[in-house]
């Protein structure tokens, strides 16, 4: 069954630092998502991503942080200069989008968990 | 604004038991879809399982079933015969048709199956 992959699993960075996360969303998917988990708390939207560029972003997302589809098969986001505060589960999505405007299921990677010292 | 309250923080259950979580939802929206995502100790996002809101009957899958009230704003999650495997936090989650599809999670109910 396809999924969705991310690397790295853990990435550790010390503050002021650029980070890369990469996710691979499911083949035939349209839409891409990211969220993010601050340890104890709840998921949060960061961004989403259709026909190559951004769909919508929350009030987290801010000039730190940019998105990116640099091929056929890869999504990234990057964090330009890390602060402890972004010390987090960061989980990439995928959804079909086929069936807009009603809403579909969003598949989830593994994440990727951020830890800036 | 959409919000998703999960009101029990944490819930234990014995193995082969059954237990329901809970979950409420607050929208303007007539279409939308509810979620239940598992995310066990590697703290993976699993579906467990998904209701439509313009359907009536309750979503079933396996041993997890929902309880999904439209008028009451209310969507539960029953699972039966609880296993140790089911050990992990669960979040309720919704989206619409509004904005870009994102999700709006609730804070998450801890699960313990004691054996």
């Known amino acids: 069954e396809p999924e969705v992959t991310q690397t790295p699993s853990h990435q550790v960075t010390q503050m002021g630092q650029e980070v890369i996360l990469r996710c691979v969303p499911i083949?035939?998917?349209?839409?891409f998502y990211w969220y993010r988990q601050i340890l104890g708390q709840k998921v949060e939207f960061l961004v989403s991503f259709y026909n190559n560029e951004i769909s919508e972003k929350s009030e987290i997302f801010d000039d730190q942080f940019s998105v990116e589809r640099p091929d056929g098969s890869n999504f990234t986001l990057k964090i330009r200069s890390t602060k402890l505060e972004d010390s987090a589960m960061y989980f990439c999505?995928?959804?079909?989008?086929?069936?807009?405007?009603?809403?579909?299921?969003?598949?989830f990677g593994p994440g990727t968990r951020l830890t800036v010292l | 604004a959409q919000t998703v309250t999960q009101s029990q923080p944490e819930m234990s259950v014995q193995e082969a038991e059954t237990v329901t979580l809970s979950c409420t939802y607050d929208t303007s929206e007539s279409n939308y879809y509810l979620f239940w995502y598992k995310q066990p100790p590697s703290r993976q996002m699993i579906l467990v399982i998904r209701q439509e809101a313009y359907k009536q009957q309750n979503a079933t899958e396996n041993r997890f079933s929902v309880n999904f009230q439209k008028a009451a704003k209310s969507f539960s999650l029953k699972i039966s015969d609880s296993q140790l495997g089911d050990t992990a936090m669960y979040f309720c989650?919704?989206?619409?048709?509004?904005?870009?599809?994102?999700?709006?999670f609730g804070t998450g109910t801890r699960l313990t199956v004691i054996p």
């Open positions: 083949s035939n998917h349209l839409y």
């Open positions: 999505a995928s959804s079909e989008g086929r069936s807009r405007p009603t809403p579909d299921t969003q598949y």
């Open positions: 989650a919704f989206n619409d048709q509004t904005g870009a599809n994102n999700l709006f």
